[in-house]
């Protein structure tokens, strides 16, 4: 899979396209402490088309809605407002739903409120949008914190993107993120999208329901002009949590392939840690153990070096090699996560 993988990604250059009317689509629940750093990337964005912003509070608990109202009133910004998600209605599907029904542009971009970027965010991301498309990705980039878990969720993550951005230059779209996403508005309109009944995965259930359509309606930009960045999960329970809710929907995916991917992966790990076990008995198993992690690394290595080169995140691989070794242990405990509670911002999640 990875030899299929490799040549997909490439850079992606700077086009001129048209100038699309803008609405940028942030959905936030308690995120008093990022809200200052995204109002400077946004402020700072260089883009010549009509844009404005939308956020929507999901019945956020901290000071954020009231710290954001006072913020638009006090500089007079005139592309940004604030609109609130409606009582007894909750989660950030039905924000967006909220927001949508705000949007004035003909292109909605999605990103989150813990999220910083370029002043040439938009222009790059928006470069992507070709005419006979009707969803454009970015990558999206995890910035470890303090300790070795955080670096882990990161380079981790990069491995998620990394493999999104191939299948998606493949033309076979499976895997995106919210934080970093732009699409028709008109899209919308007759687009038959499943999970709606669980509580995330607005981002993969779109993409993919488009991909089902047609491969050619989603595209991606890979540059690093394009990206936006996000903290990692400080410690290694925040990390399963986030895992386990992400992964807590793969069963309701529409496409097969990323059915096929997700069991792929799961698979191996389970096959290390069973040779593991079984090593107790009889050491043979131990050899065949070291031979697929042995195997399976290098090929690893070699799509996460390019693709952390093209986003310029090569500083996540000194980590590699223990990661290797602990990878299939941390699959077969954030599986066994999916079959327990989890929760989001005070939240369970529905599975």
């Known amino acids: 899979m990875i030899i299929w993988m490799y040549p997909k990604l490439k850079s992606s250059g700077i086009t001129n396209n048209m100038e699309h009317s803008i609405s940028v689509l942030i959905p936030f629940r308690n995120e008093v402490d990022n809200l200052p750093a995204l109002l400077n ?20 608990s901290d000071n954020g809605a009231e710290w954001l109202e006072i913020f638009i009133q006090k500089e007079e910004v005139d592309n940004l407002r604030i609109i609130h998600s409606p009582k007894g209605v909750g989660g950030k599907k039905a924000a967006l739903a909220e927001g949508i029904k705000y949007a004035s542009g003909e292109v909605l971009v999605q ?55 191939a299948f ?36 993969v259930f779109m993409i993919q329901s488009l991909g089902k359509e047609d491969p050619q309606k989603v595209k991606l930009v890979l540059n690093e002009n394009a990206q936006t960045y996000t903290d990692a999960p400080a410690n290694f329970r925040e990390f399963v949590n986030q895992r386990a809710r992400w992964g807590s ?11 096929v991917v997700a069991g792929l992966i799961g698979g191996i790990s389970v096959l290390q840690c069973a040779l593991i076990v079984l090593g107790f008995w009889q050491i043979t198993y131990l050899v065949i153990f070291a031979t697929v992690l042995f195997t399976k690394a290098i090929a690893d290595y ?50």
């Not at 929907?249 to 059915?259: F, G, H, Q, V």
């Open 111 to 165: 990103t989150d409120a813990d999220c910083e970027m370029g002043e040439y965010w938009l222009q790059n991301l928006l470069n992507g949008l070709e005419e006979n498309s009707e969803m454009v990705l970015g990558p999206v980039a995890m910035r470890p914190q303090k300790g070795f878990w955080s670096k882990f969720a990161a380079l981790e993550f990069t491995s998620l993107q990394a493999s999104g951005a």
């Open 302 to 351: 070699v799509l996460l070096r390019k693709y952390a080169n093209l986003t310029k995140q090569t500083n996540l691989l000194g980590i590699f090699i223990p990661s290797s070794i602990i990878y299939p242990f941390y699959i077969c405990i954030t599986g066994m996560a999916m079959f327990f509670k989890t929760t989001w911002k005070g939240r369970t999640i529905q599975k």
């Open 249 to 259: 929907k793969t069963a309701a995916y529409p496409s097969k392939l990323a059915i």
């Open 41 to 60: 990337c946004l402020s700072a964005q260089v883009y010549s088309g009509k844009w404005g912003v939308i956020f929507i509070n999901d019945h956020s």
């Open 168 to 203: 998606t230059l493949g033309k076979k779209p499976i895997m995106g993120s919210a934080a970093n996403m732009a699409y028709r508005k008109s899209a919308l309109a007759n687009l038959q999208k499943s999970g709606e009944n669980l509580s995330s995965g607005d981002d």
